[in-house]
């Protein structure tokens, strides 16, 4: 239990101080709570499970929701044939190259036009891009990145998000920081590279400026809150991709769409 809060408090980037205000303590009883030289309370322990999206079950017996398992596709066909000699066993979310390759120009975009505000950070970063996508694809039909998102109790998350990160800063595209946000830390990216938008169309320009702009006022807590009451994220079980159609059957505080006579376009399976 002790290195277990503790993992879940440095998975998350969370200081000391904003998780002891969140249960109502003061910061050196909560660093005895994480460090194992106070009881944590019933009541103490609700709270926590709560904010970590966890059951006061799976709290109290350190069991965390399980990471979803990413592969990234590569284009060059010796990588794939080493993969398929390779006794490492298959992951199950794969992303297509050309995706991360428009999902990187569309994120140094965004961090282009509002990265440096003060509650621009990862986790909204991540949601924006959620709405870029599954808004366009339910207005045109199309897809604009096309990436595969994630349910998981943060709100949807591109698959392989962390691990196109890295290669971003590999690459010296971007460069993450730490900043102090209110009573938390909270992690934030800058472009070190201008975004090539070059491919992209007009329209798919338009609407990604169009998203920037509606949630660029957004802190994690607001847009996380606001995606959870998404028709695609609710629909879908935890840990699992969220289904694109799904976006046809969305509530009117969040339909990008006009339908005429009520009637919405087929599903597709």
Same mark, same amino acid.
């Given at each position: ?14 200081? /000391? ?14 660093? /005895? ?12 322990? /609700? ?23 990413? @592969? ?96 971003? /800063? ?79 059957? @969305? ?5 990008? @769409? ?12």
């Amino acid at each position: 239990m002790v290195n277990f809060l503790k993992k879940l408090r440095k998975k998350e980037n969370i200081s /000391q101080e904003f998780l002891a205000k969140k249960i109502g303590v003061s910061r050196p009883t909560y660093i /005895q709570i994480e460090n194992g030289s106070r009881k944590i309370l019933v009541e103490e322990a /609700q709270k926590l499970a709560q904010f970590f999206g966890l059951t006061l079950e799976d709290f109290l017996a350190g069991k965390d929701l399980p990471s979803p398992k990413i @592969r990234l596709e590569k284009i060059s066909k010796k990588s794939k044939l080493k993969n398929k000699k390779s006794k490492i066993p298959k992951m199950r979310i794969s992303v297509p190259q050309e995706k991360i390759a428009k999902l990187k120009e569309v994120l140094l975009y965004i961090l282009e036009r509002i990265g440096a505000r003060s509650n621009i950070g990862e986790a909204v970063v991540c949601k924006l891009l959620y709405f870029i996508d599954f808004d366009y694809y339910e207005k045109f039909e199309e897809q604009l990145i096309g990436a595969k998102y994630i349910k998981n109790h943060h709100g949807p998350t591109p698959a392989g998000f962390l691990e196109i990160l890295k290669q971003m /800063q590999q690459d010296g595209d971007l460069v993450p920081v730490v900043k102090k946000y209110f009573q938390y830390d909270q992690k934030k990216y800058l472009p070190r590279r201008k975004a090539d938008l070059s491919g992209f169309s007009a329209q798919e320009k338009e609407l990604i400026d169009f998203e920037i702009e509606r949630f660029k006022d957004f802190n994690a807590s607001q847009i996380k809150n606001y995606s959870h009451k998404d028709v695609p994220w609710i629909s879908e079980d935890d840990l699992k991709p969220i289904d694109y159609e799904a976006v046809f059957y @969305r509530t009117p505080e969040f339909s990008q @769409r006009q339908y005429d006579d009520k009637l919405k376009p087929n599903k597709r399976i």
